[in-house]
C-alpha cells in the first residue's frame, strides 16, 4: 500500500508590518538617582552612555502588563480584528515566571484567544528574531497575522552597586502586528549567535544557586569592552549583510533603528556603516534607557511619532546581546 502525500500550507507571498505599539514604565529615573551606589556621576555616565534619564516601572508592574499594553495599541492601530490574531511572539529575558509563556497571558490579554502563543529568549536580539519569525509563519501558511512584543522589566534583576551594566537598564515593551502584504515588507533576516562569549553578557547567578542560598539574587552583569568592540565592529558586518539580502543600498534607506544598548555604539554603528545624512537614526535610549528586547519597535515607535514623514520608508533594524545573538533585516516602515 503506497504512502498517502500529505498536505501542506502555503501562504501569501510577502508580509509587512501593520502597525506599532509601545508601552514604558511610569517612572523617570534620572542619573543622580543612581549614582551612590556606582561611586560614579550624571557626567559620567552622559559621557559613557548617552543616557539622562531611564524609564522603570512600579513595582506592581511586570514585564506582562508592559507587553499586553503594547500589544493592544499595536493591534488597534493596525485595523486587524484581535479574533483573526493567529499566533502572538513575546520576546523576553524578564518572564516574572519559568512558565507559563508571557505571550499565552497577552494573547488572552488582547481577545487572541486561542492563537498559537510563545515567549523567545533571545535578549536585545529577541524583537529581530520574532520579526523574522512572524514573516516565516505567514508565508508558510501557519498564520496570517502575527503580533511580536518585546518586554522588559530589566529593573527586577538589577543589582544598584553593579558598574558594568546596572545604569544602562530601563523597562519597556514595542509591539508589532505583522501581516500578508501584496509587496515585500519585511526582508530577509540575518541571524545568528556566539556561544563562545556566553560570559560577555548575563545573569551572574542560577536560581537554583538562589534557591540552595549559594548565591544571592541573580542579576544582570557584562564585559563593557569585549561588548563594544564585539558590537561595533562585528554586528556592522552583520548589518551590511541584511543590507546587502535585502536588494538594496545603504542609501535607499531612510531610518536605521538599532538596539538601543548604548550611544557611543550607536553612533560608531552609524560611522562603520557609512549612512548618508538623510538617513534617520532612532535614538531612544537618552530618555528609556537600554530595554533589550524592546529597545527596537520603542525607538521605531518614538521615530514614526517624531518623524511621520518616514512612513513607507525603508528602515535597517538590528539587535544584538546576551548569547551573544544577533538579528537584523529590513522593513518597511508602516
Not at 529593573?155 to 515585500?184: C, H, K, Q
Request: proline share 6%.
Amino acid at each position: 500500500m503506497s504512502t498517502p502525500i500529505l498536505r501542506q500550507l502555503q501562504g501569501p507571498a510577502h508580509t509587512r508590518i501593520y502597525a506599532y505599539g509601545a508601552a514604558r514604565g511610569e517612572n523617570y529615573v534620572p542619573n543622580d538617582d543612581l549614582v551612590g551606589p556606582i561611586d560614579s556621576s550624571d557626567e559620567w555616565i552622559r559621557q559613557r552612555t548617552g543616557i539622562v534619564t531611564r524609564v522603570r516601572a512600579a513595582a506592581e508592574t511586570d514585564a506582562i502588563d508592559l507587553a499586553s499594553e503594547a500589544a493592544r495599541e499595536a493591534v488597534e492601530k493596525s485595523g486587524v480584528d484581535p479574533s483573526d490574531i493567529d499566533a502572538v511572539i513575546v520576546a523576553t529575558i524578564s518572564n516574572p515566571k519559568q512558565t507559563p509563556s508571557a505571550s499565552a497571558i497577552v494573547a488572552d490579554r488582547i481577545g487572541a484567544n486561542p492563537a498559537a502563543a510563545y515567549d523567545v529568549n533571545a535578549a536585545c536580539a529577541g524583537f529581530a528574531y520574532g520579526v523574522g519569525q512572524a514573516d516565516a509563519l505567514i508565508r508558510a501558511g501557519l498564520a496570517k497575522h502575527v503580533v511580536v512584543v518585546g518586554a522588559e522589566k530589566l529593573s527586577d534583576i538589577v543589582d544598584p552597586a553593579d558598574r558594568s551594566i546596572s545604569f544602562l537598564l530601563g523597562d519597556g515593551a514595542g509591539a508589532v502586528v505583522v501581516g500578508p502584504s501584496e509587496t515585500p515588507g519585511i526582508g530577509p533576516t540575518i541571524w545568528g549567535s556566539d556561544g563562545s562569549k556566553a560570559d560577555a553578557v548575563g545573569m551572574n547567578h542560577t536560581l537554583t544557586e538562589f534557591r540552595d542560598g549559594t548565591a544571592p539574587w541573580p542579576t544582570l552583569r557584562q564585559e563593557g569592552p569585549t561588548v563594544f568592540r564585539w558590537a561595533v565592529w562585528e554586528m556592522v558586518k552583520v548589518a551590511r549583510q541584511a543590507i546587502e539580502a535585502a536588494g538594496i543600498q545603504p542609501s535607499d534607506l531612510a531610518a536605521f533603528v538599532p538596539h538601543q544598548a548604548n550611544m557611543r555604539i550607536i553612533d560608531e554603528f552609524a560611522k562603520q556603516l557609512g549612512l548618508p545624512e538623510s538617513v534617520v537614526i532612532g535614538r531612544d535610549i537618552e530618555t528609556t534607557g537600554n530595554t533589550s528586547a524592546a529597545s527596537i519597535p520603542l525607538a521605531t515607535h518614538r521615530l514614526l511619532e517624531e518623524h511621520p514623514e518616514l512612513s513607507g520608508g525603508l528602515a535597517l533594524q538590528i539587535g544584538f546581546g546576551a548569547g551573544l545573538v544577533f538579528g537584523a533585516q529590513v522593513v518597511v516602515l508602516p
